[in-house]
């Protein structure tokens, strides 16, 4: 597994300056899935200046009424995490996945308080 590299080496070789990503890695930009990770999706606008991006998936059947999943990333990641995990549950339900407030495709004003009740 030579031509693989993790999200922990990413973010060491960013914080060393990039010098530690293998060439192969820095030049694959705009095929595969960098495409689905920089694609602007659908946005909602929730007021008080935020917008929320997400990404919704449903792989099944088009007449079906799936039950749906709401997919919350973690923090400091966006919804593109639950990328792999699209395949398998999308045919079972349909998957709504947003960015929380300040990652992704989200906006975040300047202020923002990470509450329950803001986040919610």
């Known amino acids: ?3 693989t590299i993790s999200r922990r080496g990413i973010l060491q070789a960013v914080a060393l300056g990039a010098s ?3 060439a192969w890695a820095q030049q ?20 008080t200046g935020v917008r929320i991006g997400y990404r919704e998936a449903w792989l099944g059947a088009p007449w079906e009424k799936p039950e749906p999943m709401l997919l919350i990333h973690g923090n400091i990641e966006s919804a ?6 699209v395949p398998r549950l999308g ?4 998957l709504l996945m947003p960015d929380m407030p300040g990652f992704g495709h989200s ?3 300047a202020g923002f308080q990470y509450t329950l009740p803001n986040v919610a």
Request: charged content about 20%; cysteine-free; overall charge negative.
């Open 107 to 109: 906006t975040m004003p």
């Open 28 to 47: 694959t930009k705009g095929i595969g899935p960098d495409e689905y990770y920089n694609k602007n999706g659908p946005v909602v606008d929730v007021g």
């Open 80 to 85: 593109i995490v639950w990328y792999g995990w």
């Open 1 to 3: 597994m030579a031509n």
């Open 91 to 94: 045919s079972e339900f349909r």
């Open 20 to 22: 530690g990503i293998p």
